[in-house]
């Protein structure tokens, strides 16, 4: 795809989605920056604070379903623009109130609008560049872009406005989506939405030991990616490991790392066999992970940080094509993986909280061990049993 060979009205669109992505990653990953702020701000537990991230991945999950079903009856435009307006009323809640059952709704509600954007802009981008893998590859950078430069911003509000600073950066959020708002709202966009009629109309898949294989792996690997990337600032400051300037920083370090792990992947992953970069980026996570409770020095938690991001980087993609065959022949595969998936996401943030407030933080944040350990056994699972019936295929 050239951009210069693009219609003005798909050139139009793309540099809106490529904007509002940003916006949806500046915003979705703010919030490990933030909770440890809102947390003091409102003397919450630390089990509500991990429902909170509960919230949060609860509504990006349902957005998934939703985001598909309602263009059908209302057109593609309206149910953007209705979906990605959840967010505003999110910020806005967590702005004036530190009632814990609205504060949930208000995270809740940020997850519907991220996971309507996300599935709304893949698509539209996947559509007008005919699937060229730079534009999407493009898209989701500015995905990432967003999620580094707002901890910063968190940081630099902090010190221009005090404790309140976190409400400034709500706004700040609330305006862009305002802008957004009116983007999606001047976009010429298809209103066509394609009903695919499935290939095989069963649960088959559930019998594949390689889509069980791929269950194992996602779901554990999203429990620990949602309490890593949620809970690993507030982790640093309860435990007084770090200041709070620091541990908001560690936020973007570990976004920076991760990025470039998707990118080896991407441009090196095919030197190696699918089984033995799952296998060394899969240990690699479980070592920096357990190096990383147990680091108390800056330089150690700053080389474990890199280290982690780095190998998490490829798990997710690198594990969704073990289940490649499934995934072609049932296209509901796709779905019970990402639903099954989220689940994990959605479970582990509030069993660290629990945790957190019976035992310590340093409990709630080692409990994601567990869920490591077992990811890894699932992908030793796959080396050692399914990789042969892979190749039998």
Not at 69 to 96: H, Q
Not at 108 to 136: E, M, Q, Y
Request: proline fraction near 2%.
């Amino acid at each position: 795809m050239r951009y210069k060979e693009l219609s003005a009205s798909d050139r139009y669109i793309l540099l809106c989605c490529y904007f509002i992505f940003f916006v949806n990653g500046f915003y979705a990953m703010v919030f490990g920056a933030i909770i440890p702020l809102i947390s003091t701000e409102y003397q919450l537990s630390d089990t509500v604070s991990g429902l909170l991230l509960s919230g949060h991945q609860l509504g990006n999950l349902i957005a998934g379903l939703v985001a598909g079903i309602l263009p059908v009856y209302y057109g593609r435009k309206k149910s953007i623009l209705f979906l990605s307006s959840f967010v505003m009323l999110g910020f806005f809640l967590m702005i004036i109130t530190g009632n814990p059952l609205l504060l949930i709704s208000a995270f809740f509600f940020t997850g519907i609008s991220r996971g309507s954007i996300s599935n709304f802009n893949n698509k539209t981008v996947n559509d007008i560049s005919h699937s060229d893998p730079a534009a999407l590859n493009l898209l989701h950078s500015t995905f990432a872009v967003g999620a580094l430069i707002s901890p910063f911003l968190v940081v630099g509000a902090g010190r221009w406005f005090g404790a309140t600073g976190w409400k400034w950066v709500a706004g700040l959020i609330i305006g862009l989506i305002l802008i957004s708002q009116v983007m999606f709202s001047k976009m010429d966009v298809n209103e066509e939405v394609e009903v695919t009629s499935q290939k095989v109309k069963d649960y088959s898949f559930f019998k594949d030991p390689l889509f069980i294989n791929t269950v194992i792996i996602l779901f554990f690997y999203l429990c620990a990616e949602s309490v890593i990337t949620g809970w690993l600032v507030k982790y640093f400051i309860d435990a007084q490991i770090l200041q709070v300037t620091q541990a908001q920083l560690i936020s973007s370090l570990l976004w920076v790392a991760i990025l470039l792990g998707r990118l080896f992947c991407v441009f090196y992953g095919h030197h190696f066999t699918k089984g033995n970069l799952i296998t060394g980026i899969s240990l690699g996570m479980t070592v920096f992970y357990f190096l990383l409770l147990s680091s108390t020095s800056l330089k150690m938690i700053l080389f474990s940080v890199i280290g982690l991001g780095f190998t998490m980087g490829g798990v997710y993609p690198t594990a969704m094509t073990i289940a490649g065959v499934s995934i072609k022949k049932y296209p509901m595969a796709m779905g019970w993986l990402l639903i099954i998936g989220g689940v994990g996401a959605i479970l582990m943030p509030t069993i660290t909280g629990v945790l957190s407030e019976k035992f310590s933080v340093f409990a709630g944040i080692a409990a994601v061990v567990v869920a490591i350990v077992i990811m890894f056994i699932g992908v030793l699972w796959y080396r050692l049993v399914n990789e042969k019936k892979e190749g039998l295929r």
